[in-house]
């Protein structure tokens, strides 16, 4: 019981990070229908800035709370613009040129940028992974066993509280942008009519421009999480995470934010349980696994409508 | 990451040169370029006990950003406000003339294939980079019937390679000289290659099947998955396939029971030959020679077969397709599985030549650039993934040879270092440029009167 | 030559196809015989092409069925086969209201392919045509002049080597009615062949029909909003509203129908729709099928009557 609550805690904090970076597969997949390739290494660029602004800032764990908070904010702030300002280069280089044509060369082109990211973010800081002390320490003890069968405590660690409070308010934030405002408005006109859209006056360009900046910012803090939580990081680790994030949006219905974050949460649950209790090795295999399974039974997804065959 | 943003907006208004807007246009340029480049470029990390310190780069950074702002200012000055504007993007830019050429070219190709380990100044090094570029052309011809012509698209493909090359691998080290004792090593690689083609196909239509209803991107993103799945077992599943270390000492293939070996009852001894290393070279490019020529003899015919027409229906229109009685589940999973078979065959000859195989070798980003051999050859074109697969494959041999740069660029530079960075982004320059491929023509399968080729604008990429 | 008593080929009964709460064809039956033009016309948003993606397995019916009876008097029931076995084995062939050609191959491509199941035979399922069998590039050869047959009939002979999707919008028309007959069906189910067609397209279209009609043992099941074709060449009428039969019957009967004449123009101005209504019949009793050009197009539904 308490082993199975440590890994329902630990498996929500992960499904927080795929969560957020599924919003922005499931924003420019609903705006434009393809998916964006590159979106995986943005999160993974976020949390290389985050890294790069930590080490810079000079924080450490021994630097007392609001010191702590206030230089995290900050780091999420400066995560945040240089990963827009990535996304939206990646959509005007290699995606609005080929807006509209034919359907494989977007694909190409996108896997290509994620190509270019992960070399470059290779080169330019070596190959190695970066590790670095935990900044945000401590936490609470929940739940203890006495030794009968071995000590067990379940912890919730303020990492995690972190993790999931930010989660809270960005999820927060952006369904009231999505439902509230013009902008919001504007993609989803743009999501259902994208001619009509552009007929009725809504500057497509700039609101794709936008989904993109707004994807690459909850990514960026995605990365960062993630970054903290593993307290490692690699040109790589955008690769996985970029597919398991996919997963979740198509999982959650693509189109879906809130989708987005409930499929986030289910496949972070996954992950952390099946290697709990089946095998550590084999859980990108779950994940993937549950990719296709996704994909096959249900591809419409949780909150997704169902699709009738034209004929 | 010299990539120009072109920005729309000051295009159109271009005819008196308007100084203030591309003052703006190259300032924002380069505050974006400091943006990307700034603090990935100009701040390294790097490891000091047991903590991370960085190291600051702003000359480079500012010596890049000067170029990406200087880039920009020359395209608006030469590029944009060119006299006569002709349309800045030219997505439709004249086809290459491959198919008007095509009676000569391909036989000139042929023959230059046929002999090139004899043609003059040609050493080991090129015989071994045409051996690569075969087997990616083999690759490609593979792929090129799932995704051009039945349309469906393959992200996995690489998972067939895999197939293959640990089938062979695995029944040449263990299975066969246990089953049937150590003389029919020699064979190994004869007996093998229908099996590993036909393991592969197996598995083409075992991993086909379940993705059968899937279309477009997420076909894709499944097919992906599944290739990954792949690796990972053969990563985890040590005690049947080495895990990560791999299979070693997979046997060389010998030539028809006769080893490349020195001394009595060699290939050279055999034939009064000297001894010399390049004979299995040799005699290996001839295998991948024939085994593409085979692929590529097959695929033609099969597209003048009803199950070619069909797939190439399938592309069109797939509602269409069930409405004329065609059996589309069979039909996706006959392409899957002949797909596979060629994959199969191509690992096999993998592990042959390298004489191990480990996971390593199987990665996404292998059934990336396989697809992007086909994508950008021109989808369905067989002669189109010659040229894509000599320009992609021969543009990572080019870096190997860019040694002079050493010299000019500060020390530590390797340009080999360079090579997916410039690959990666030259794909994403060239689907710009040519979307549809090199090779835009369509050729009939069957002619009434006259043979007219169709231009690829009218053919469908598939949905699946 | 109206259904009732002769040969029955097709029996629709109680079919019934809902999508969530929508009922789009709500029990309807209705016979088609042997060698007759059955038309099913209705409103738009009527259901017709709903029936006909039922009739051809695109959708499976909620409920009902539908049995098709071959002259040797083999029976299918075609809500429970694959679509693709509809056309293979029941000989049920059809045309999509918006042109489903294969653009990117040729004419000729385009009549092959509809030749599939009978050159996958002769190709011994590609594994003897893989080496050129004898059988197969004899099969090849019958399939390229019965292909030829019908470019010649659909007046396509001199664009077989063009692809599709270069023809102008009347060639496609024919060549999907061309490719569909490549199947050898015994019904053919045509979804608004004369929509969007001009007056001398649509005379080469009414042509090729009627061809079809007099040289061919075959059914035709006609979706069409043309009420000159309609009554020119139907022998049997079924009319539908919101995914109900309203009326069913010879042109004459359902011509004078009251309750076709409320559904297509309102109830308010019955008069004036019937006058609508006889005029378009006279104008194609006139001119049988052939010309359409005077053709007068019913108003959709209770706009046109408000006017």
New interface residues.
Partial sequence: MEYFLQQLINGITLGSIYGLIAIGYTMVYGIIGMINFAHGDVFMVGGFVSLIAIVALGITGGSGFFPIILALVLVVFIAMIIASAYNWTVERVAYRPLRGSFRLAPLISAIGMSIVLQEFVRIAQDGRPKPLQPIVTGGYEIMSRAAAQGEFIVRLSNMQIFIIITTLILMAIFTAIITRTSLGRAQRSCEQDMKMASLLGIDINKTISITFIMGAALAAVAGLMFFLYYGVTDFYVGFLAGIKAFTAAVLGGIGSIPGAMIGGLIIGLIEVFWSAYFSIEYKDVAAFAMLAAVLIFLPQGILGKPEIEKV | MAIVPKSNDVMTETQPLNIAAIAKDVLFTAILAFLILGPILGLKTFAITGSLALEQRWGMVSVFVAIVAGGRLAYHLLVWNKPQAKPARAISMPTLPVMSFGKYIIPVVLLVAIFLPFLPGVDRRIVDLAILILTYIMLGWGLNIVVGLAGLLDLGYVAFYAVGAYAYALLATIYLPAWFGDGIVPWAFFITLPIAGILAALWGVILGFPVLRLRGDYLAIVTLAFGEIVRVVLINWSDFTGGPAGIGGIPRPSFFGLPFTDGEGGFAAFFGLDFKPIHRIIFLYYVILVLALFTNFVTMRLRRLPVGRAWEALREDEIACRSLGINTTSTKLTAFAIGAMFAGFAGSFFATRQGFVSPESFVFLESFIILAIVVLGGLGSQIGVVIAAIVIIGSFEVFRELNFLKAVMPAGFDPVQYRMLAVGAALVLIMRWKPRGFVTRREPSVILKEKKAIPTDLVAEGHG | MSAAGQDVLLRVEHLTMR?GGLTAIGDLSFTAARNDITAIIGPNGAGK?TVF?CL????KPTEGSVILTHEDGKQFLLERMD??????RARV??T?QNI???????V??NL??????T??RA?G??VT??FNSPT?VRA?REA?EF??YW?EKAGL?DR????A??LPYGDQRRLEIA??MC?KPVLLCLDEPAAGLNPRESEDLNRLLLDIRKEQEIAILLIEHDMSVVMGISDHIVVLDYGVKISDGSPAEVRNDPAVIRAYLGVEDEEEAEAVVESAVAAAAKKPARTKVAAKKLPARKKGARK
């Fill in positions: 999508f092409t993606n051809t397995g695109f959708y679509d693709f076995r509809i056309s293979q062939a059809r999509f489903r050609l294969f653009a990117g191959m040729t000729l491509e092959m392919v509809a030749q599939h199941n050159l996958m190709s399922f590609t045509g893989i197969y090849n390229v292909s030829e470019l002979v077989a080597d063009d692809p999707g270069e490719r569909a199947t």
